[in-house]
């Protein structure tokens, strides 16, 4: 079983920033391609970005040009920098791993934006 835990959400303003981080194990997260996805209240979880285990990044066209996602390989960490926050972007934002073919998910944390 593969666990990652999501940390950094909280409330701020609209404008504001926040940086997400999701930790997981070792043994796998090098090798896996890592993702952030959120769901708003009310709405179906939606992909937000990945970064491959070659580094390579793709961004939901939503955030495009406001989030950044990086990884470092000696941490175990994935991290979502999230700059210019719309009240648009309150959801639950959940760390996802795809490693040997599987699906992992942390439990999420909660990102609220006040306008």
């Known amino acids: 079983q593969v666990q990652l835990v999501e940390s950094g959400g909280g409330l701020v303003q609209a404008g504001g920033s926040l940086r997400l981080s999701c930790a997981a194990p070792?043994?796998?997260?090098?090798?896996?391609?890592m993702g952030w996805y959120r769901q708003a209240p009310g709405k179906q979880r939606e992909w937000v970005a990945t970064i491959t285990s070659g580094r390579n990044t793709m961004y939901a066209y939503s955030v495009r040009g406001r989030f950044t996602i990086s990884r470092d390989n000696a941490k175990n960490t994935a991290a979502l920098q999230m700059n210019s926050l719309s009240p648009d972007d309150t959801a639950v934002y959940y760390c996802?791993?795809?490693?040997?073919?599987?699906?992992?998910w942390g439990k999420g944390t909660l990102v609220t934006i006040s306008s």
């Open positions: 996802n791993a795809i490693y040997n073919g599987m699906n992992y």
């Open positions: 070792g043994s796998v997260f090098s090798r896996s391609n």
